[in-house]
């Protein structure tokens, strides 16, 4: 059985990174996108990357398409957007799909262990799995929900 540990994904800058990198660390993936009305929570995960990326929490965002194409951009596009008008520190992924045949690894694994209301489908952007130091996913959370209000989540797992 595949874990999240053996996934890997393709860095925003074309680097295959392996998930393993973030064996021990509390990770949270979200599927992003630039121009949608959830794009301004970018600056929430990186207050939440920022506050407690030194106990071991790292975020992952993967920008994805699929949603009223609202990330219609290249690589270069999406690092402006998430590094000058957010902030965003945090690594980014290259844009991947996360419905349908093409679904990435990570978000197949991912709906799979955790599969929420749609029958494992991802509702839109900005939906987010918490995955424990183990590998383990622990909990889904929907767009809406902000990063301020999984804050209390991530303390208990940290």
């Keep these: 059985m595949t874990t999240f540990h053996q996934l890997t994904a393709t860095s925003l800058q074309g680097q295959l990174i392996s998930m393993a990198d973030y064996a021990g660390k509390l990770v949270l993936v979200v599927n992003t996108a630039s ?13 939440l990357y920022k506050k407690y990326a030194a106990q071991g929490l790292v975020v992952l965002g993967f920008p994805c398409n699929q949603f009223g194409k609202q990330e219609p951009g290249g690589a270069d596009e999406i690092a402006q ?4 008008n957010y902030g965003v520190s945090f690594p980014m992924f290259e844009k991947v799909e996360v419905n349908g045949g093409a679904t990435h ?12 209301v749609l029958g494992g489908r991802i509702k ?5 799995f918490l995955i424990g130091r183990d590998g383990k996913p622990l909990k889904r959370f929907a767009p809406f929900t902000t990063p301020a209000k999984i804050e209390v989540t991530i ?3 940290l």
Excluded: M, S
Aim: net charge positive; glycine share 8%.
């Design 35 to 47: 121009h949608c009305g959830f794009t301004p929570q970018y600056a929430g995960l990186e207050v």
């Design 81 to 84: 957007t998430c590094h000058i």
């Design 105 to 116: 690894p990570v978000f197949r694994y991912l709906k799979d262990e955790l599969p929420g």
């Design 124 to 128: 839109w952007n900005f939906t987010k």
């Design 155 to 157: 303390l208990k797992a």
